[in-house]
């Protein structure tokens, strides 16, 4: 069978899997969704969760002050994850390239890596990258990349005002500015000519595939016999990355949100809740270490 599966809108029930890759937050900027992810982290455990780069939007920090309380409560969802056996691996990016100079350090329990590697249930390797080593525009123009960045906060801000308007007619969220880079031909030739030179270097070094981020476009498919997966982004597409406990690849698009008055439990809540109601429990993750020193997760 098949180990990937396209883009689905699952229900808003609580699932557990054997890993979960989310990249391109941009914490500290207007266009960041953190409301959606906050509620999708809250619905989801894994045994490994990737961050896959600009997770904090370091460009955009530089330049003003933006953090509302949404931002900060991502960050410490993700540090209580870690506590709870969650192995947590953050891929430095671009915009928060700051990280790259304590690459192979752990703050807690996360780890600091330029690229990791996930061996999926098949054993298939997957490299993992941030993706922005392969955009010419950031390694020989970075001046075009700040002022491209500019224009693009731009249009996220009219994309906010367009999807209050949506929410306020209880629609869920859509993404204006997707759409319309989607539209103009020499972004759809960017992205191409990006998904075949990531999956070019997965195959060079002999990986089965390659799971990125950075063009905020999700993504799963087959190119020359190397898998690509582009888990998208929590700016425009609202999208993860998961691999099921049958090993199987899901893109997940989750367009909902904590609504006032939404009774939203906490991760043990909703475990004795489950217990107690009968339904099946989240396995629990045992932690060991191994040869090499490093924190690794069982299967219980």
Known sequence: MDATSPITTPPRAHAHYRAIWISDVHLGTAGCQAEFLLDFLRHNQCWDLYLVGDIIDGWQLRKQWYWKQSHNDVVQKVLRKSRKGTRVTYIAGNHDEVLRQFIGLAFGDIRIVNEATHHMLDGKKLLIIHGDYFDGVIQHAKWLAYVGDTLYTWVLKLNNSFNRWRHRFGLSYWSLSQYLKHKVKNAVSFINTFETAVTHEARQRGFDGVVCGHIHKAEMRDIDGTLYCNDGDWVESLSALVETHEGELKLIHWPY????????????????????????????????????????????
Do not use: Y
Not at 290 to 296: I, Q
């Open 257 to 300: 949100r904590a609504v006032a008055g939404e009774n939203i439990v906490e991760d043990d809540r909703v475990r004795e809740q489950h217990s107690s109601a009968g339904q099946p429990v989240q396995p629990q993750v045992e932690r060991h270490h191994d040869h090499r020193g490093d924190t690794v997760f069982a299967k219980p």
